[in-house]
């Protein structure tokens, strides 16, 4: 959100089109992927090598984000709250699915960081470490 207003624009500019605005999902997700891509191949000044490995990275991670989410949650939730107690056996299975999941996402994933991450040279991965540090007291 400081970005914005850094630049003298406010968060909710509506000169940019969320997906709350009757865009379809699919869309938001190209969108949103090939943002992220031109804007990482700009700044760290990718190769094309370099991008592909940051593509397959970032598809991987949209697959391993929608496994996650599966089902709708707050379904789910109300799924749970419907009968006179709530039904833990039901919760903890969802829970030990969603952890399932993300143990068997986690080697394919932590491959694809590694190779992008591989692919870089020392200057690249010293502007990747910059662009990901954690920012404190909402400075950017």
């Not at 850094?6 to 969108?31: E, I, L, P, Q, T």
């Not at 986690?106 to 910059?130: E, K, N, S, Y």
Request: proline fraction near 1%; include cysteine; aromatic fraction near 8%.
């Amino acid at each position: 959100m400081m970005f914005f207003h850094r630049f003298g624009r406010h968060h909710h500019d509506h000169g940019h089109h969320h997906a709350h605005h009757g865009f379809s999902k699919a869309w938001d997700v190209d969108f949103v992927m090939d943002r992220l891509m031109a804007k990482a191949s700009r700044r760290l000044d990718l190769n094309a090598a370099q991008q592909l490995a940051l593509r397959q990275l970032l598809e991987l991670l949209q697959q391993q984000r929608e496994t996650l989410k599966g089902g709708s949650a707050r379904q789910e939730l109300a799924d749970l709250l419907s009968g006179a107690t709530f039904d833990r056996t039901a919760a903890q299975s969802l829970w030990d699915d969603r952890l399932q999941t993300l143990r068997d996402g986690g080697p394919a994933l932590i491959a694809a960081i590694a190779d992008f991450f591989d692919t870089l040279d020392a200057d690249q991965q010293q502007l990747l470490r910059f662009m990901i540090r954690p920012r404190r007291f909402g400075m950017c």
